[in-house]
T-cell receptor, first 112, second 112 residues
Framework: QKEVEQNSGPLSVPEGAIASLNCTYS??????FFWYRQYSGKSPELIMS????GDKEDGRFTAQLNKASQYVSLLIRDSQPSDSATYLC????????????FGQGTTLQVKP | SAVISQKPSRDICQRGTSLTIQCQVD?????MFWYRQQPGQSLTLIAT?????????ESGFVIDKFPISRPNLTFSTLTVSNMSPEDSSIYLC?????????FGPGTRLTVT
């Protein structure tokens, strides 16, 4: 079992729709969770972090965390073609090393 | 967030040679990491660059192949030694600022 799992996609949604990206992780002791967006040929850009169970909203983005189910999700409302990118879920395992474990990423395509 | 720069941004190198990648941060940071992203893949942590001491390498990565220096809290280098085509990847440095991790622009390496 991979430590952080994502559906590689592509996930295709029409412009204006809600895109839902999902991630599961294996280490129950993990406490910090991050979503990065990576455009083709660019480096990952942090878009959301979440540390407690529940929802965290930032503009059109909502991160959801359920530690009991070991599940993190990212919702993108009113999806735009500019949201087309690969979304990487990253989990910080227990301990003070600071390192992150990344999922394989989900490619999102928003069609005009 | 921290501003991170990397040099070179890209390079094409011959098999058997070595390349040193530089990472500069605009503020002092405690934690600095080097990642590799192979074509079409997610990010894999190579090592944690420790200031004033030897880097901490992840499983599958060794100092002889990827020597790392971290002379101070704003700068680090990663050398890819005795390169083979399998080393063709994007190499990214990242830093922890606050509770979050940010990435440099990356170095795209092609080995022929």
């Amino acid at each position: 079992q991979k430590e952080v799992e994502q559906n590689s996609g592509p996930l295709s949604v029409p412009e204006g729709a809600i895109a839902s990206l999902n991630c599961t992780y294996s280490d129950r002791g993990s406490q910090s969770f991050f979503w990065y967006r990576q455009y083709s040929g660019k480096s990952p850009e942090l878009i959301m972090s979440i540390y407690s169970n529940g929802d965290k909203e930032d503009g059109r983005f909502t991160a959801q965390l359920n530690k009991a189910s070991q599940y993190v999700s990212l919702l993108i409302r009113d999806s735009q073609p500019s949201d087309s990118a690969t979304y990487l879920c990253a989990v910080k395992p227990p301990g003070n090393t600071g390192k992150l474990i990344f999922g394989q990423g989900t490619t999102l395509q928003v069609k005009p | 967030s921290a501003v991170i720069s990397q040099k070179p941004s890209r390079d094409i190198c011959q098999r058997g040679t070595s390349l040193t990648i530089q990472c500069q941060v605009d503020s002092q940071v405690t934690m600095m990491f080097w990642y590799r992203q192979q074509p079409g893949q997610s990010l894999t942590l190579i090592a944690t660059a420790n200031q004033g001491s030897e880097a901490t390498y992840e499983s599958g990565f060794v100092i002889d192949k990827f020597p790392i220096s971290r002379p101070n809290l704003t700068f680090s280098t990663l050398t890819v030694s005795n390169m083979s085509p399998e080393d063709s990847s994007i190499y990214l440095c990242s830093v922890v600022h606050g509770y979050e991790q940010y990435f440099g622009p990356g170095t795209r390496l092609t080995v022929t």
